[in-house]
């Protein structure tokens, strides 16, 4: 390390929403500290949380069948997971609400906005779990207002592209109005920018090529593009969305080893014809196709993009060794270690299943791909959509015993010395950044969250608290950051 390497208390890697989220919750609660973000590229949000990049939905599981996965005997099914990823979005809205009254993010019409969330399938099998999803959640507080039907005039009242040209079939949908499209890029700048304007130092067109611990505890920070710099930081939090793994094995912690990540690249088909985009207003989602991962659900989804309204369909997944969009084809063959070596091949044995889907997906045309959209839009026009590529996602193959397994979610690893954390994962991602940093917090400042529980559960009134199990207290923050954020109750 070079003499006069400025040094910072925190130093932030990555410039998306999970860092941004971060920076804030720190400033808030201890507006002395020193804090740098790094990011590689020359403005933030440009990858994950790019609104193009990710499909904008609020993750609360009003539609998202992965969330609540059938029962093996034709019983109930269980509610929690669900009810675990709605509180955790509702989280996310508390903290958004919060921000918006101190300033830190803008008009709310700006970043979110009310799209009913709807589930849509098809076939006898499909209808009776449908039915039984609906009988499970129906009366549960923060699922208040979910309706369900198996009537074509219904359905082609709440979208009429999902019905119009279609023959007889056997049908089920729900629908709930208090679902949201999210511009997570835009909410992102705008927490950098109250970051900057409160003396946090943003350092663009920087990639951190190696972390290295330093002898009283902090760490040295080297970076490159366009020249090599170090900085160095008491802590550190690695928020690199696909180059995060690489971050945390260069730094060499324990609870890292065994890990590894395996990129998945998404395609979508997009119209922004205005004839098409009207009659459809609702994020709808389906069943994966039978061996296809959680992540490849397929759904027809309205995004609001600077007041623009579009439409797009997928995701069609694809594979690169790339760990970002803007990554190095060199990166996961990098990952490779002698202590991940053995997850890596462990899973690619137990998923042959997913990978054949990845290979199926990665040889479809786009003639194919639109034949996928055809099952949602029976008279949709080729003309009319435009294929693209979306973000780039690196799912968590976490180590089990000497073996490995694939992950789907976001996982926070810390040191047990609680000076570095970093996040792998993505889906639900940035729906659930407030609960997730919440966490890092919880992890890496242990005495400050300690010292400040009383502004944290300003900020997040839940904060501690679950909020499904107590009705009235579910109903209250609904309707409170329903006004707050200008959305539907």
Same mark, same amino acid.
């Given at each position: 390390m070079i003499d006069q390497t400025p040094r910072y208390d925190y130093v932030l890697i990555g410039a998306g929403i999970m860092s941004a989220t971060y920076g804030c919750y720190l400033k808030l609660l201890n507006p002395d500290l020193s804090i740098a973000i790094i990011e590689r590229l020359d403005s933030p949000a440009m990858e994950s949380s790019d609104v193009w990049n990710n499909a904008g939905t609020g993750h609360a599981a009003l539609c998202e069948l992965n969330y609540m996965p059938d029962s093996s005997d034709g019983s109930l099914p269980s509610p929690q997971k669900a009810i675990d990823i709605n509180e955790q979005f509702v989280?996310?809205? *508390?903290?958004?609400?919060?921000? %918006?009254?101190? /300033?830190?993010?803008?008009?709310?019409? &700006?970043?979110? $906005?009310?799209?009913?969330?709807?589930?849509? %399938?098809?076939?006898?099998?499909?209808?009776?779990?449908?039915?039984?999803r609906y009988r499970v959640l129906k009366d549960e507080p923060l699922f208040e207002g979910m309706e369900y039907t198996e009537d074509f005039t219904k +359905?082609?009242?709440?979208?009429?592209?999902?019905?119009?040209?279609?023959?007889?079939?056997?049908?089920?949908?729900?629908? +709930?109005?208090?679902?949201?499209?999210?511009?997570? /890029?835009?909410?992102?700048? *705008?927490?950098i920018h109250w970051l900057e304007a409160n003396d946090v130092e943003l350092i663009t067109n920087t990639d951190v090529s190696r972390l290295r611990k330093l002898n009283d505890g902090g760490w040295e920070i080297k970076t490159k593009n366009p020249k090599n710099i170090y900085l160095a930081a008491t802590k550190v939090f690695v928020g690199a969305g696909g180059y995060a793994l690489k971050l945390l094995q260069s730094a060499g912690i324990e609870e890292a080893k065994g890990y590894g990540t395996f990129p998945v690249s998404g395609h979508f088909l997009r119209t922004d014809n205005?004839?098409?985009?009207? *009659?459809?207003?609702?994020?709808?989602y389906s069943q994966a196709a039978v061996g296809a991962p959680p992540m490849s659900v397929p759904h027809l989804d309205t995004r609001l993009v600077n007041g623009t309204p579009s439409l797009l369909f997928g995701?069609?997944?694809?594979?690169?060794?790339?760990?970002?969009?803007? /990554?190095?084809?060199?990166?996961?063959?990098?990952? +490779?270690?002698?202590? $991940?070596?053995?997850?890596?091949?462990?899973?690619?044995?137990?998923?042959?299943g997913l990978l054949k889907y990845l290979i199926t997906e990665i040889l479809k045309s786009k003639k194919k791909k639109f034949e996928g959209l055809r099952v949602f839009v029976p008279n949709a026009q080729e003309q009319d959509w435009e294929l693209y590529e979306a973000g780039q996602r690196a799912q968590v193959i976490a180590p089990k015993g000497k073996l490995g397994t694939l992950q789907f979610g976001t996982q926070v690893i810390s040191s047990a010395d609680q000076s570095i954390a970093g996040l792998l994962g993505a889906s639900p991602g940035a729906s659930v950044s407030a609960k997730v940093m919440m966490d890092v917090l919880t992890q890496l400042e242990t005495d400050l %969250?300690? =010292?400040?529980?009383?502004? +944290?559960? =300003?900020? %997040?009134?839940?904060?501690?608290?679950?909020?499904?199990?107590?009705? &009235?207290? =579910?109903?209250?923050?609904?309707?409170?950051?329903?006004?707050?954020?200008?959305?539907?109750?």
């Open positions: 989280f996310s809205r *508390q903290l958004w609400s919060y921000f %918006v009254e101190k /300033g830190i993010l803008e008009d709310p019409k &700006t970043f979110i $906005n009310s799209v009913p969330h709807m589930t849509f %399938v098809r076939g006898s099998k499909d209808v009776d779990y449908l039915r039984r +359905i082609n009242e709440w979208t009429p592209l999902l019905i119009e040209g279609r023959e007889d079939e056997v049908l089920g949908a729900t629908k +709930i109005d208090s679902g949201t499209d999210v511009d997570y /890029g835009e909410m992102t700048r *705008q927490m205005p004839e098409v985009v009207k *009659q459809h207003w609702a994020k709808v995701p069609f997944a694809g594979f690169n060794l790339k760990f970002l969009k803007s /990554g190095s084809f060199l990166d996961l063959p990098l990952s +490779i270690r002698p202590a $991940n070596l053995i997850p890596y091949l462990s899973v690619a044995v137990t998923n042959l %969250v300690r =010292a400040n529980k009383s502004e +944290i559960r =300003a900020m %997040v009134p839940s904060f501690e608290k679950p909020i499904n199990s107590d009705p &009235t207290f =579910a109903k209250k923050i609904l309707k409170d950051t329903a006004k707050v954020l200008k959305l539907s109750k």
